[in-house]
């Protein structure tokens, strides 16, 4: 991957210039001791074999500076991508060839002809690194892509990118990761927002599994922002995951140094009975940061045996509270208007009953909010205090199915300077 700076001079030497101004670089192939190994260029028979696949930059040479050998060749998938940045612009084009690498690796556009998209960046921290990538293969992105240098938060950049493609995005604020599940990106423009309150739990990447007789859940992904689709982790986190059945303690879990590319360092086993029973599943999770200090879930619900993987009916209550300014703080006094859904895991059932409490001693007192269905969930107004300080969430929510969750989130927004 390249990046250049409209007008520096640098750029791979082969091939037209864009309607941007600017070459774009090309992946070759033939890779040696000389070459190192990235993900770029994809051969249908290397994936499922623990490879990655190939991306070519020569050792000792600039990545600006390549050469491409034109082969036909059915399942090798080539790409080409170059991002560069003016300040709070980030373009990033990129294009897709079947069987073989073309004779002419260049991309050709006008910024037009690019998708438009704003992304504004919201403040718990001084700074933060956007990531940004599209799925040039079969899956998911590596955020092989970032802007040079971390941003001011609160921020905004403005990025052209290629339309058709998917592109999977995120932030990173300290030890806190943000990503979504990625989208769609369409001629036009569009905007974002990063890093909103509330930041707590979600089922974005899977809520667990049990296989046979055998549970698994992941117990890091406490802290994805107010945005349906995301999830988040935090590096920093510790805690613990307990599972109990019959009131007995089955497994517990020690977490800490949670990933989003790697849950299973974050991860509860624990081996079953076949029949049905009933299991309450807690987690919690404690961390330095201005906002969701500590978050902490409990889920009941029933199980038994399975023929093959099944999702665990487990629920996600998430908050998108309207009002608050760019660093998720409320006026004091104020009202603040706060909707409400449920993310659902398989099995999991519609929810039949929902309460809220407000709490702004950190959990100290808590006092029950009136919430009332909207759409397909809720909404509640909380009364902030008229003094700075913060707001906390609890929510206990039980299904149909017989299962139930109970959900807290210590400084969930801030009113007034969060401090």
């Not at 998938?77 to 003016?86: E, L, Y």
């Not at 084009?93 to 069987?99: E, F, I, K, L, S």
Request: aromatic share 6%; net charge neutral.
């Amino acid at each position: 991957m390249s990046r250049s700076t409209p007008g520096a001079g640098s750029g791979p030497a082969i091939g037209r210039g864009n309607g941007l101004g600017l070459p774009l670089p090309a992946e070759v192939p033939g890779c040696d001791s000389r070459c190192t190994p990235g993900a770029g260029l994809e051969d249908q028979r290397l994936r499922g074999r623990g490879r990655s696949p190939p991306r070519f930059a020569p050792e000792g040479r600039a990545a600006a500076v390549t050469y491409v050998v034109p082969v036909r060749q059915r399942g090798l998938r080539s790409a080409i991508r170059s991002v560069w940045q003016n300040r709070d612009v980030v373009c990033d084009v990129a294009a897709r060839h079947g069987d073989g690498i073309t004779q002419n690796p260049v991309y050709d556009t006008e910024r037009k002809d690019l998708a438009k998209v704003t992304a504004t960046y919201w403040a718990t921290g001084d700074t933060g690194s956007p990531l940004f990538a599209p799925r040039l293969g079969t899956g998911p992105a590596s955020y092989a892509g970032s802007t040079d240098e971390v941003i001011e938060l609160p921020g905004t950049l403005t990025f052209y990118r290629t339309p058709g493609l998917v592109w999977d995005s995120g932030l990173e604020i300290d030890t806190h990761v943000l990503v979504d599940d990625g989208e769609a990106v369409r001629p036009g423009h569009t905007s974002e927002t990063w890093n909103t309150a509330v930041a707590g739990p979600s089922l974005s990447r899977g809520g667990g599994s049990r296989t046979g007789d055998e549970l698994v859940f992941a117990g890091g992904g406490l802290f994805a922002d107010g945005v349906a689709g995301r999830a988040g982790t935090d590096v920093s986190a510790t805690g613990t995951v307990t599972l109990a059945g019959d009131g007995k303690v089955l497994a517990t879990s020690e977490i800490t140094d949670c990933l989003i590319a790697l849950p299973e360092w974050c991860e509860l086993r624990a081996e079953l009975p076949a029949g049905a029973a009933s299991y309450t599943l807690s987690t919690s999770m404690s961390r330095q940061s201005a906002l969701s200090t500590k978050v902490e879930a409990a889920w009941t619900f029933r199980s038994s045996h399975t023929a093959k993987r099944r999702a665990l009916p487990l629920m996600a209550v998430r908050y998108a509270p309207g009002g608050l300014d760019d660093a998720n703080g409320a006026t004091p006094g104020s009202l603040t208007r706060l909707p409400i859904w449920v993310e659902r895991g398989q099995g999991a059932g519609p929810v039949k009953r929902l309460r809220l409490e407000t709490s702004a001693d950190d959990g100290a007192t808590w006092h029950a909010v009136p919430v009332a269905a909207s759409g397909s969930g809720w909404t509640a107004l909380v009364r902030n205090p008229a003094t700075p300080r913060f707001v906390s969430l609890r929510v206990t929510a039980q299904n149909g199915a017989g299962g139930g969750l109970t959900q807290t989130i210590v400084r969930a927004y801030a009113v007034g300077p969060a401090v």
